[in-house]
C-alpha cells in the first residue's frame, strides 16, 4: 500500500532548494517551511481593486440613482441599501463616468438645476436617451456618502482639452476662478478632493488609440 506524501515535502519539491534551488525531497524526515512576515516586502497599492460606475444597463439609472421622487429609501436620489453594500465592501475608489461612456460624456450638461438640463443619447450601451440627472455634484455626493474616493474620468473620444481642463478646475479650485464660481453658484462653495482624473477611457479604442510609443 502506498503512502500519500506530506503536504510540506510537496511544498520543498515544489519550490526547491532554498540553497542550490534544485528540486529534491528530504530523506531525512519531513521539511520544514518558514514564512517571515516580518521581512519587508512589495505592497500591493489597495486601488488597484477600485469599483466602477458606468452608465451602462441600470448601473446609474435605478441602480446608484433614482431621483429625489423614488419611494425606495435613499438620500438626496442615492439608493441607501447600495450605500449600504459598498460601505460594508470598503471600496478604495469609484470611477465614473466610464468606461467607454466617458467619450461621449460632456460634463457641462449634468451640472445646475436638473430640470435644466439637456437630455442625451448614450450611443455605447443600448442607445438610451438619457436626462443627465447624475452629473458631477451627484457622482462626487454618492463618493462621499461612500467614505470613498473619486476617480473621474475625462473625455477623450469626442471632448477637448479646455473642456476637460475646466472639469478639473470645476472640481478642484478653492478660490474665484471661473468655474470654481461656476459650482459656488451651482450649490458647494468648497471643492472637492479628486485623487484620480483619467485621460480618457482604456489606452486603445475609445479611449484614444494610444500607440505603444505613446
Do not use: Q
Not at 502506498?2 to 515535502?9: D, V
Not at 497599492?45 to 446609474?60: T, V
Not at 447624475?134 to 473642456?163: K, P, Q
Not at 468655474?179 to 479611449?207: Q, T, Y
Amino acid at each position: 500500500m502506498s503512502t500519500a506524501p506530506s503536504l510540506t515535502g510537496d511544498l520543498v519539491a515544489a519550490l526547491g532548494s532554498p540553497a542550490t534551488g534544485s528540486t529534491h525531497r528530504t530523506a531525512a524526515g519531513p521539511a520544514r517551511v518558514v514564512i517571515d512576515l516580518d521581512l519587508p516586502g512589495p505592497t500591493i497599492s489597495r486601488h488597484l481593486y477600485g469599483h466602477f460606475a458606468e452608465h451602462l444597463g441600470r448601473c446609474i439609472y435605478g441602480g446608484f440613482f433614482v431621483g429625489e421622487d423614488s419611494e425606495l429609501p435613499h438620500t438626496r436620489g442615492i439608493r441607501d441599501d447600495v450605500v449600504e453594500a459598498l460601505r460594508a465592501l470598503h471600496i478604495p475608489n469609484l470611477r465614473w463616468p466610464g468606461g467607454c461612456f466617458a467619450d461621449e460624456y460632456h460634463w457641462k450638461d449634468g451640472i445646475g438645476p436638473r430640470e435644466d438640463r439637456p437630455r442625451m443619447v448614450n450611443s455605447h450601451w443600448g442607445d438610451v436617451v438619457e436626462d443627465n440627472s447624475f452629473g458631477t455634484h451627484e457622482f462626487m455626493d454618492l463618493v462621499e456618502l461612500l467614505d470613498t474616493e473619486a476617480y473621474v474620468n475625462g473625455n477623450v473620444g469626442s471632448g477637448t482639452v479646455a473642456e476637460m481642463s475646466e472639469w478639473i478646475e470645476y472640481l478642484t479650485r478653492d478660490d474665484d476662478s471661473p468655474m470654481a464660481a461656476l459650482r459656488r453658484a451651482n450649490g458647494r462653495d468648497e471643492p472637492w478632493r479628486v485623487p484620480f482624473f483619467g485621460i480618457g477611457n482604456e489606452s486603445w479604442g475609445c479611449g484614444g488609440n494610444m500607440r505603444p510609443e505613446d
